[in-house]
């Protein structure tokens, strides 16, 4: 199960077709509402038979992880993909996600993989859970559309990947080919590492080749989920080029 908090979140769950066993809703907010997006999704709440209960204020509260307590907040199944789904297509583009602990990046990570049209993203290591609810925020409902999911370890993801015909690529913050210049097409998984200690040296080994973002001096790394970006989108790049 997972945690929906939030008008957003609840109607993209409803949107991506994953069942919602049960919501709660502010009392101030369902009476009257002059919410016009809450009003419609209780309507399509009610429509799909989803058990809604009015809760009060101090209710909420408990129930809502945000500090100002959101005006809905619902249990719903957690998305299901096999493996086929995260690499789908002749060319899938997938991140594998190492070691990243906030959970706010890897939710932000998981939502410029699908904006930049990534097939999918394996999260493994010491990674936060994905379909925690502060991951889920950060994604942006992302992850309740775009194929997610955990290795045992980063090894069996690279194994994973290896086998299903895709080159691995490591991020590397230094001494690998700058990614502007690195070829990004065809079937691809991409190495992210957590925040401070990268990837470990074992890891690196096991790729086919390292990428590294040009920075300027004396910075020396980038967040997670801006390396994430950079790496997508020149990929995006890089395949548009060829279709046309």
Same mark, same amino acid.
């Given at each position: ?63 809502? *992880? ?120 065809? *079937? ?57």
């Amino acid at each position: 199960m997972v945690l929906l908090d939030g008008v957003h979140l609840v109607a993209d769950a409803l949107a991506a077709g994953i069942p919602i066993h049960s919501a709660a809703v502010a009392i101030e907010d369902a009476v009257g509402s002059a919410n016009e997006a809450l009003r419609i999704l209780l309507g399509r709440l009610n429509d799909a038979s989803v058990d809604l209960v009015d809760a009060p204020a101090p209710v909420m509260a408990a129930l809502s *992880p945000v500090q100002s307590p959101s005006a809905i907040v619902a249990l719903a199944e957690r998305p299901r993909h096999a493996p086929d789904q995260i690499f789908a297509g002749p060319a899938p583009l997938v991140l594998i996600v190492v070691g990243v602990q906030d959970p706010g990046n890897v939710g932000a990570i998981i939502r410029v993989a699908e904006a930049g049209g990534a097939t999918g993203v394996v999260t493994t290591g010491a990674s936060a859970n994905p379909f925690g609810w502060k991951a889920l925020r950060g994604s942006m409902g992302s992850a309740l559309r775009l194929p997610v999911l955990d290795a045992a370890s980063p090894e069996q993801a690279v194994a994973d990947a290896r086998q299903r015909g895709c080159r691995i690529l490591a991020t590397a913050p230094r001494g690998g080919t700058s990614v502007f210049d690195a070829a990004l097409v065809g *079937p691809l998984a991409v190495l992210i590492g957590g925040e401070g200690q990268g990837l470990a040296d074992a890891l690196l080994d096991l790729a086919d080749a390292r990428v590294t973002i040009p920075m300027q001096a004396p910075v020396e790394s980038l967040n997670a989920a801006v390396t994430a970006a950079l790496i997508v989108y020149e990929a995006r790049r890089q395949r548009a080029r060829l279709r046309h």
